[in-house]
């Protein structure tokens, strides 16, 4: 079995100008922590899916590996980001954020019931090991059986991740402490600033720029 990998989802979530900053540092921390890279692009495996939901083809390309490290394209990571690998719970699967899954899906079947902890993994930024695969398994059949459950389509990769966690049991634990490096672009909130303008802003606060 292989170490790990860092798998790139694209096309981005917030922006292409905040990718074309956020790619390169992502590729530079997979290297720095001995990470394989495999970028999912426009590439289909789920053609009748959103394209959001080509992450779960991690379920597939990420098999062979110890473990599996979900980065969005347009997350931006601090130049001295530690590896999570090195000190997470292989049988836990590791998330920066989550939310009450019932507050943006359906949770009404027996899975979500019998879990009951009602958990949403943010998709920014997840690590599983191999003991956790689990969390990438797409859903059975068409989008058509999960539309009742999915308002926003492009979560539909989200609620995934929740119905594994739920049918699986998955345990839960955060991936960095607080203080870490991770930021999520988007435009401020006056609308003074583009996504890329509050990217830049960050690095310099980090001073990484």
């Known amino acids: 079995m292989r170490s790990k990998c860092v798998h790139i989802i694209g096309p981005p979530i917030v922006s292409e100008e905040v990718a074309e900053i956020a790619m390169p540092r992502i590729h530079a921390y ?49 130049s001295d980001l530690i590896d999570p690998t090195a000190y997470l719970e292989p049988r836990k699967v590791s998330l920066m954020l989550s939310f009450p899954a019932s507050e943006c899906f359906s949770v009404d079947n027996r899975f979500f019931a019998r ?51 739920a049918k699986y049991g998955l345990e839960l634990s955060g991936v960095f402490p607080p203080s870490v490096k991770v930021f999520r672009a988007e435009p401020s909130k006056d609308g003074q600033r583009t996504a890329e303008e509050v ?4 690095l310099r606060e980090w001073g990484e720029l």
């Open 115 to 165: 879990d009951a902890r009602n958990v949403l993994p943010v998709q920014w930024f997840l690590v599983a090991s191999h003991l956790t695969h689990e969390l990438w398994e797409p859903l059975k059949g068409e989008p058509s059986i999960h539309i009742g459950a999915v308002a926003e389509l492009n979560r539909m990769a989200e609620y995934a991740y929740a119905y594994n966690v």
């Open 30 to 78: 997979a290297n720095r922590i001995g990470a394989d890279v495999n970028v999912i692009g426009d590439k289909r495996e789920f053609p009748s899916y959103p394209i959001a939901y080509e992450r779960l083809q991690i379920y597939e390309a990420g098999r062979e590996y110890e473990w599996n490290l979900s980065i969005d394209s347009d997350l931006l990571l601090g």
């Open 199 to 202: 990217a830049l802003d960050k």
